[in-house]
């Protein structure tokens, strides 16, 4: 393995700072399934809060979240209108399927954002023969559409288009945090219209580990069952809440500088011959490089950019995806442009 002084593979790649581990190391614990733990309790409330919930549960990743919420909504033959690049599709292992029973039917979109009248085309009628039509699943932001953020008036246009046929909505919501923050509006406000959502602390956040389920009460109740059942449940979780609590506090307001990060890179990028940015103008920490015109490949130009200590994606041969982070500064993305325009031009 290499080592990567510049690591802009995802926003997974940040280590827990050491104010975090001091955090972690410092936190009181108890038994997170008898309730005891009292940092897991207190990191429960803040999300809930944060998002505007009833309750919240600990959960040990984003994408047990998913899961957990598509056991708790939907009955093994329902199906799950999402975008047709959503990380519940393509990403989870088929979870969805293996687990819930449920199938996907999807919305094909570019950036991973879809309308009112998309969940109004895609939603079955109810007849015998057809699958139940259950829940509508958005993505904010939408991780293979570029970071594309969801307006909150879209999403209140997609929850009422869902209501009116009787779907649940459920927010994959790994980087809403970061939605927040590049759209000025609370977080709770873009979940103000969705059932159940959820935010990762492993992503921008900087967390090693985590996420947090949030919805009704009642619904919070269902998934702590599955949360045994799966395995979820934990006993000192403390040391991990911390982190997220620790996260919540420092970590929030500064993914504004991740954002400018992202587009102060597609800027320096842009005009290298061939080159193709998507989105253009990064809406938050995720863009896209479409190098088919460049005349090397993904993997010839991550190659390159490998013995300078830079990562990228590689998504495809000639698609590759660039994540801004807590750890990587603006000097950082100065040095990742060079070596970025050497690998491609060079
Ligand atoms: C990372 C991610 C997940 C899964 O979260 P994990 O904590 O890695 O399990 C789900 N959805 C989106 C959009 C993600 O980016």
Same mark, same amino acid.
């Given at each position: 393995?290499?080592?990567?002084?510049?690591?802009?593979?995802?926003?997974?790649?940040?280590?827990?700072?050491? *104010?975090? #581990?001091?955090?972690?190391?410092?936190?009181?614990?108890?038994?997170?399934?008898?309730?005891?733990?009292?940092?897991?309790? &207190?990191?429960?409330?803040?999300?809930?809060?944060?998002?505007?919930?009833?309750?919240? +549960?600990?959960?040990?990743? !984003?994408?047990? $979240?998913?899961?957990?919420?598509?056991?708790?909504?939907?009955?093994?033959?329902? =199906?799950?209108?999402?975008?047709?690049?959503?990380?519940?599709?393509?990403?989870?292992?088929?979870?969805?399927?293996?687990?819930?029973?449920?199938?996907?039917?999807?919305? =094909?979109?570019?950036?991973?954002?879809?309308?009112?009248?998309?969940?109004?085309?895609?939603?079955?009628?109810?007849?015998?023969?057809?699958?139940?039509?259950? +829940?509508?699943?958005?993505?904010?932001?939408?991780?293979?559409?570029?970071?594309?953020?969801?307006?909150? =008036?879209? +999403?209140?246009?997609?929850?009422?288009?869902?209501?009116?046929?009787? #779907?649940?909505?459920?927010?994959? !919501?790994?980087?809403?945090?970061?939605?927040?923050?590049?759209?000025?509006?609370?977080?709770?406000?873009?979940?103000?219209?969705?059932? %159940?959502?959820?935010?990762?602390?492993?992503?921008?956040?900087? $967390?090693?580990?985590?996420? &947090?389920?949030?919805?009704?009460?009642?619904?919070?109740?269902?998934?702590?069952?599955?949360?045994?059942?799966?395995?979820?449940?934990?006993? /000192?979780?403390?040391?991990?809440?911390?982190?997220?609590?620790?996260?919540?506090?420092?970590?929030?307001?500064?993914?504004?500088?991740?954002?400018?990060?992202?587009?102060? #890179?597609?800027?320096?990028? *842009?005009?290298?011959?061939?080159?193709? @940015?998507?989105?253009?103008?990064? /809406?938050?920490?995720?863009?896209? +490089?479409?190098? &088919?015109?460049? !005349?090397?490949?993904?993997?010839?130009?991550?190659?390159?950019?490998? =013995? *300078? !200590? #830079?990562?990228?994606?590689?998504? %495809?041969?000639?698609?590759?995806?660039?994540?801004?982070?807590?750890?990587?500064?603006?000097?950082?993305?100065?040095?990742? @442009?060079?070596?970025?325009?050497?690998?491609?031009?060079?």
């Amino acid at each position: 393995m290499p080592e990567f002084t510049i690591d802009l593979v995802s926003d997974t790649s940040t280590r827990p700072s050491k *104010e975090m #581990l001091a955090a972690m190391a410092a936190a009181p614990t108890g038994d997170e399934q008898r309730d005891e733990d009292p940092t897991t309790l &207190a990191l429960c409330e803040e999300v809930a809060d944060y998002l505007g919930k009833e309750a919240a +549960l600990f959960l040990p990743s !984003g994408t047990m $979240c998913n899961l957990i919420a598509f056991l708790v909504h939907c009955r093994p033959g329902d =199906e799950i209108i999402c975008a047709s690049n959503a990380h519940v599709f393509g990403s989870e292992g088929g979870g969805a399927s293996a687990v819930a029973g449920t199938q996907f039917r999807t919305v =094909e979109t570019a950036d991973g954002i879809f309308s009112g009248a998309d969940v109004r085309a895609f939603s079955r009628p109810r007849r015998h023969r057809s699958p139940r039509s259950r +829940l509508v699943s958005v993505e904010q932001t939408t991780n293979r559409g570029g970071g594309a953020v969801w307006p909150v =008036e879209t +999403l209140a246009e997609v929850a009422a288009a869902a209501k009116e046929a009787g #779907l649940i909505v459920h927010m994959d !919501g790994a980087r809403l945090p970061n939605a927040a923050i590049a759209s000025g509006r609370p977080a709770a406000e873009h979940a103000a219209t969705v059932d %159940t959502v959820w935010i990762d602390f492993s992503k921008g956040l900087g $967390c090693p580990v985590g996420g &947090a389920l949030a919805g009704p009460k009642d619904f919070i109740e269902a998934a702590w069952t599955w949360k045994h059942r799966l395995g979820g449940a934990m006993r /000192q979780s403390g040391v991990l809440a911390a982190a997220a609590r620790h996260a919540l506090k420092h970590n929030l307001e500064r993914l504004a500088e991740d954002h400018a990060n992202a587009a102060a #890179l597609a800027a320096g990028i *842009e005009d290298i011959p061939g080159l193709e @940015i998507f989105p253009t103008v990064p /809406q938050s920490n995720i863009f896209f +490089l479409n190098v &088919a015109g460049t !005349g090397k490949t993904a993997p010839q130009i991550a190659a390159r950019m490998a =013995e *300078e !200590g #830079l990562r990228l994606g590689v998504e %495809t041969p000639t698609r590759m995806r660039a994540v801004t982070h807590l750890d990587v500064d603006r000097p950082g993305i100065d040095l990742a @442009i060079g070596i970025i325009r050497r690998a491609i031009s060079g």
